[in-house]
């Protein structure tokens, strides 16, 4: 989807339900009615509202599996839902590849199945950063897949033991109001880890290697893939992965694709920091760059500037209501003018009052 203007029509109910679990689970706290509004939409689900690849000219039909994959550009396919928007690079041969973050722990399963039945064997998994609904899968790769995450992220994931384990338990319900075609499927492996959630330990979830520059091959692979780290941003961990021959980048949440952005302060999070990462992510694209968000659509270098003039237009509107003596509470009600179309209203609040507590210093 290149088009950043749209509205979120295009986002899957599947992935808002995940992404409220996940936000559940992160301590978030959602309102009655935003939920209330999922349940009661009553659209089926994801999936077959498949996600939109940006390359319109060789679009591909959408692949058999459980998650609504779609191809990216040459070698590189989008795996969206049940978290975090996820992505497979594919070596030369097809034989080998790299898989860019884990999703939701109850589907660990059944995304290794299906990135496996393409009959590539993963070299290796990176995690955009440590929130859950992008690690939560890594237990079903650490044992002995290489699994690479910013060294800060390291230091944040133990505590997340508790979230984990009942997001895996958490899944058999998602799974169970599904309407997926391969829902009898998925829920076998998604009951078989519930049974065995509460014995798993924390080691399951740790990456193997940490990344602790810049800039870096990180060794992932038989592919050349960079790691950048710029700084905070959606937390104090965020890596963008940039596959230059593929020409695709995936933003983990430094993008959330015209989407109200879940601003992460008590994990390091800074608006001020965060829009020089997404500076720094045009100067990696080119014409035709695809840019995964961590959450929306698909989009390229305008999902960039789209989030960049967010932030700006939202942190320019919030001083200016502080300057005009309004408190935090009648601030964080307001609506940004121009985002009123913006997805997951539900964190629109959030975000506003992160933004006024970052200014207010
Ligand atoms: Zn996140």
Redesign the pocket.
Known sequence: MIDTNHTPRHESQFDRRAFIA?AGA?GLSLSAGSALALTRSGQPSRTRNQPEAPAPADAAPPMPGYFGWATLADRALFIPGDG?NSMLLLSAKGDSCILIDAKMPYIASTLRREVEARGTRIESLVN????L??IGGNHAFTADIRTVAHAKAKARIPEQLERLQQAIKNGVRTISSSDSPEKETVLKEVEALAAAADAMTIDKWMPTQAFSGQIGAANLGTMPVDLHQVGPG??DNDLIVHAPQLDVIHM??LVFNNLHP?I?RD?GGSVKEWIKSLKYAKRLCKARTVVVP??GDVTDSKGLDAMIAYFDTSMDFIQKQMRQKKTREEIVAMTVPGTEERGFPHLKERAMGAMYDELKG
């Not at 955009?128 to 929130?131: A, E, K, S, V």
């Open positions: 996940a992160l975090g955009t950063h440590h929130h609904d992008h959606h937390t983990g949440d879940f992460d994990g961590g959450h």
